[in-house]
């Protein structure tokens, strides 16, 4: 069984930088592709950013500039580096991992229970 939990979540005011984490742990042989995505109230969910562990990356339009989505594979977390917030970034982010736990297995996608981001002055 895989566990995400994403941390760095909090409040700051637009303009300002934050940082989230997610570390996976729990029977892993590999982490094909790792993301984040973000839900507000009233709307769906939406990709924000992915990684393959080859290093390909994937944002969304809204955050491409301002975002820097990185991993460290001997950690097993990625992190989302998030400059020049603005209100409309306000939403609960969630991890996802798409995780192979052996070799043998096919791939399960796994998600943390989510981290605030909110966006204010």
């Known amino acids: 069984q895989v566990q995400l939990v994403e941390s760095g979540g909090g409040l700051v005011q637009p303009g300002e930088s934050l940082t989230l984490s997610c570390a996976a742990s729990g029977s892993i042989f590999s982490i094909p592709r790792m993301g984040w995505y973000r839900q507000a109230p009233g709307k769906l969910r939406e990709l924000v950013a992915a990684i393959t562990s080859g290093g390909s990356t994937t944002y969304a339009d809204s955050v491409k500039g301002r975002f820097t989505i990185s991993r460290d594979n001997a950690k097993n977390t990625v992190y989302l580096q998030m400059t020049g917030l603005k209100s409309g970034d306000t939403a609960l982010y969630y991890c996802?991992?798409?995780?192979?736990?052996?070799?043998?297995?096919?791939?399960?996608?796994?998600w943390g229970q989510g981290t605030q981001v909110t966006v204010s002055s």
């Open positions: 996802n991992a798409a995780v192979r736990e052996t070799v043998a297995t096919n791939f399960q996608y796994d």
